[in-house]
């Protein structure tokens, strides 16, 4: 079964940068979009970015310019660099891994932003 793994999360305060990190099997990785979502409490989970196995790549208008994600294929693992935070990127931050049959979710990180 697929497990993607999640590490990075925290407290931070506004301003400042944070380094997300999902690991992934490596029999899903290498055939499958990988992104970000997030979600706030009460809320539906949105998208923050995803990269294609080709690179493409596409953000969210609330973190274009902000947020960076990169794949690393020889380590199964994707990225979100986090840029100048803002309190409302507070929100749990959700790995996503879809190789257009199914999506596979990790468990998800904590992220607050202090003001």
């Known amino acids: 079964q697929a497990q993607l793994v999640e590490s990075g999360g925290g407290l931070v305060q506004a301003g400042g940068s944070l380094r997300l990190s999902c690991a992934a099997s490596?029999?899903?990785?290498?055939?499958?979009?990988m992104g970000w979502y997030r979600r706030a409490p009460g809320k539906q989970r949105e998208l923050v970015a995803r990269?294609?196995?080709?690179?493409?790549?596409n953000y969210a208008d609330s973190v274009q310019g902000r947020f960076t994600i990169s794949r690393d294929n020889a380590k199964n693992t994707v990225y979100l660099q986090m840029n100048s935070l803002k309190p409302e990127d507070t929100m749990v931050y959700y790995c996503?891994?879809?190789?257009?049959?199914?999506?596979?979710w990790g468990s998800g990180t904590q992220v607050t932003v202090s003001s």
């Open positions: 490596g029999s899903i990785f290498s055939i499958s979009t």
């Open positions: 990269i294609t196995t080709s690179g493409r790549i």
């Open positions: 996503n891994a879809d190789d257009g049959k199914f999506a596979y």
